[in-house]
C-alpha cells in the first residue's frame, strides 16, 4: 500500500498542555515533507486548524471537508487547498473514509472519540474500509484508552484480529515511520 493521503482527527480546541499544540504542529509539517495531503474535518480552531495551518505553511496540501451545520467553524476555503461542504457528519465520516488512505488520531474530545469509535475502529471491523489506525499518544493521551482495548480484547469482547489495524504511538518519529513502511 502506497500512503498519499492521512486522514487526521483531531480536537477543535487547544487542550491544556503545550505540548498538543507543538506535536500537532510538527505533524503538519512532517506531513507536507513527506509530500502527503492531509484529509481532515475542515475546522479552523484548536488543533484542527494548527494542523492545516502548519500543513499549509509548509506547502503542503489540505482537503478540509465540514458539514454546514456544524457548531465548529469551518476554515476559510482560501487558507487551504480544498474545502468540501457537506449536509451531514454522516457524510463527512464517508468522505474522510474516502480520501483517506490511513488514519492518525491526535487528542480531542467527545467528537475525536467518536469519530475514533464509529468510523475506523467498527466500521473497519464490519469492513467497511480496511486502512490502519495510528493513535498518536502525545504525552499518554491515549494511554487509558490503549489499556482499555487491551482489556476489551482480554474480556473477549474484542476479537484480536479485530484490532489488527490499530497502533499506539507516542512521538512522532515512530508515527511516521510506521505510515513510511506502509
Excluded: C
Excluded at 150 to 163: C, K, P
Amino acid at each position: 500500500m502506497t500512503i498519499k493521503t492521512i486522514g487526521v482527527f483531531l480536537g477543535s480546541q487547544f487542550g491544556s498542555n503545550p505540548k498538543f499544540k507543538m506535536q500537532t504542529q510538527a505533524l503538519g509539517k512532517q506531513i507536507a515533507d513527506r509530500g502527503l495531503h492531509l484529509v481532515y474535518g475542515g475546522g479552523k480552531d484548536g488543533l484542527m486548524g494548527t494542523l492545516a495551518t502548519s500543513v499549509m505553511a509548509n506547502h503542503g496540501e489540505v482537503l478540509g471537508i465540514s458539514p454546514r451545520n456544524l457548531a465548529e467553524d469551518a476554515i476559510d476555503a482560501d487558507k487551504i487547498t480544498q474545502l468540501i461542504e457537506v449536509e451531514s457528519m454522516t457524510e463527512r465520516k464517508q468522505l474522510l473514509i474516502d480520501y483517506s488512505d490511513v488514519f492518525v488520531v491526535l487528542p480531542g474530545g467527545l467528537g475525536t472519540l467518536e469519530e475514533l469509535a464509529q468510523v475506523i475502529i467498527s466500521w473497519g471491523k464490519l469492513g467497511l474500509h480496511h486502512k490502519p489506525l495510528i493513535l498518536y499518544s502525545i504525552n499518554g493521551f491515549y494511554d487509558y484508552f490503549e489499556k482499555w482495548l487491551n482489556q476489551m480484547v482480554d474480556d473477549h469482547f474484542v476479537n484480536t484480529s479485530d484490532m489488527k489495524w490499530v497502533h499506539v504511538y507516542d512521538n512522532l518519529e515512530e508515527v511516521m515511520a510506521m505510515i513510511d513502511s506502509m
